[in-house]
């Protein structure tokens, strides 16, 4: 008899780390895994309506963490880190442009994706807000202008394979995206785009959590294997930090 697929809610951001290391563990273990991907805040949601979740890996600490306080999820570890990266439209107008010179031109439309639904967002408005604080005016300016595009509830969908950044480039709906750094190898090899780097006393920290809300052994063997060497792997060679490394 084949045992009910555990269900793994992840981030949107984890599909290429999280698709090859669910197919390692279901092929070591035999235990069957529904990985399910989407914006954080709204998986969140959807396990506070009840939808079944053994294994909650979300973009921030945040939503895990309200989880844990209201007796859904056993327990909480950090299992990931990355950053912010700004992908820019290559043109002749612009490749001199620094990311700060960048997202401080106007005639360039911004997109990023959606506070409150999708961490990524969260963690760009911090960014400008650290902006607003060394320049005051320039932040609120910069996030007056942003366009949240994806990861919202009404959102636009990204076609499956594509970088959202990327996509909505070339699609014409932005000049501009912020989004998560670990994304950059992909991107550098278009030859259209420019990927940025956010420099680190600007650049927002992402702490990835992972929230196991089964107490059955299948789902601590789900959350171990993650947390673990192997899973550990998956994740850097999809482009992301070490937990502690973050910064």
């Given amino acids: 008899m084949m045992s009910t697929p555990l269900t793994l809610l992840a981030a949107g951001s984890l599909r290429s780390a999280f698709l090859p290391l669910v197919a390692h563990f279901q092929q070591h273990t ?31 600490a945040a939503h895990p963490q309200a989880l844990l306080q209201v007796g859904l999820a056993q327990e909480c570890q ?21 990311w700060l010179a960048l997202l401080s031109t106007p005639r360039l439309q911004l997109a990023t994706s959606t506070p409150g639904c999708d961490p990524s967002g969260d963690y760009t408005w911090q960014l400008f807000a650290r902006i607003e604080a060394h320049y005051p005016g320039l932040g609120n300016a910069i996030a007056g202008r942003a366009q949240p595009r994806v990861g919202g509830r009404d959102s636009l969908s990204v076609p499956p394979g594509e970088i959202a950044g ?37 650049n927002i920290r992402c702490d990835y959590q992972l929230a196991r809300l089964r107490a059955d052994p299948a789902a601590l063997a789900l959350y171990r294997f993650i947390l673990g060497d192997v899973g550990q792997r998956y994740l850097r060679q999809a482009g992301f930090m070490p937990f502690s490394d973050a910064e």
């Fill in 166 to 202: 990327a996509w909505l480039i070339r699609q014409n709906l932005a000049d501009l995206f912020i989004g998560y750094a670990h994304y950059g190898p992909a991107l550098a090899a278009c030859d259209d785009l420019r990927t940025l780097t956010i420099p680190a006393p600007w």
């Fill in 78 to 98: 950090g299992f990931a880190g990355n950053q912010l990266m700004l992908t820019a439209r290559r043109s002749p107008d612009n490749d001199g442009l620094d």
């Fill in 30 to 60: 035999g235990l069957a895994v529904d990985a399910q991907f989407g914006p954080a805040g709204l998986l969140r949601e959807r396990i506070e309506a009840g939808a079944p979740c053994a294994v909650f890996a979300s973009a921030n």
